[in-house]
């Protein structure tokens, strides 16, 4: 079945950059884009970008561009997103979730992220 | 950013048939397909709807979408008190070039 195993929950100061992890199975990875969305606590989900994993193109939302970068290993059926310069509001769950053509089908199970000095 | 509005809370009994609306504008839900997510506490959003209507395998016909303009609605019929969740919409927006997402709205079971 299809499946994303996102890395473990991070703790990290203000300032620092943090890059989390999604390992992909059960399809093929190329054939489809991968969605990064995050929830910080209370609040709504915020799609912060894409990549598609087969020519490596991405898209990022205007909010966070400059601060974000998302790659994939098509070796490894993996993508990542760096975030840079970390700031409180930035504590959130960041899940990654495969594209069904313009929106995400299936999730990862999160990755917490928690900005504290 | 654009965003999609929903009602915070919805409620009914076991049985009952329950509506949640999900209010866009042109640049998303009109002019493009609308999804449904179902997260419960803890967890990460399933999805239940997909390109306005259409259900995953192994979700229950219980759960529908509809679209309409610039709105759109999820309807589940004979609720369980599994259902209690929150319940996210999604349409991708033509001005950010990506998916906007709702408020979520949190249904409760009595």
């Known amino acids: 079945q299809v499946q994303l195993v996102q890395s473990g929950a991070e703790v990290k100061k203000p300032g620092a950059s943090v890059k989390v992890s999604c390992k992909a199975s059960?399809?093929?990875?190329?054939?489809?884009?991968m969605h990064w969305v995050r929830q910080a606590p209370g609040q709504r989900l915020e799609w912060m970008g894409w990549?598609?994993?087969?020519?490596?193109?991405?898209k990022y939302s205007q909010k966070f561009q400059g601060r974000v970068t998302i790659t994939r290993d098509t070796s490894a059926r993996t993508a990542y997103m760096e975030l840079s310069s970390l700031r409180s509001e930035d504590t959130a769950v960041y899940y990654c979730?495969?594209?069904?053509?313009?929106?995400?089908?299936?999730w990862g199970q999160g990755t917490t992220v928690t900005v504290s000095s | 950013q654009s965003v999609l509005t929903q009602p915070p809370s919805a409620s009914g009994t076991p049985g009952q048939r329950v509506s949640i609306s999900c209010s866009g504008s042109?640049?998303?839900?009109?002019?493009?397909?609308v999804y449904w997510y179902q997260q419960l506490p803890g967890t990460a959003p399933k999805l239940l709807i997909y390109?306005?209507?259409q259900r995953p395998s192994g979700v229950p016909d219980r759960f529908s979408g509809s679209k309409s303009g610039t709105s759109a609605s999820l309807a589940i019929s004979g609720l369980r008190s599994e259902d209690e969740a929150h319940y996210y919409c999604?349409?991708?927006?033509?001005?950010?070039?990506?998916?906007?997402f709702g408020g979520g709205t949190k249904l409760t079971v009595l």
């Open positions: 979730a495969r594209d069904d053509t313009i929106c995400p089908d299936v």
């Open positions: 059960g399809y093929t990875f190329t054939n489809y884009a």
């Open positions: 990549i598609n994993a087969g020519t490596g193109n991405t």
């Open positions: 042109s640049s998303n839900i009109e002019s493009n397909y």
């Open positions: 390109r306005n209507n």
């Open positions: 999604a349409a991708w927006d033509d001005s950010l070039s990506g998916p906007v």
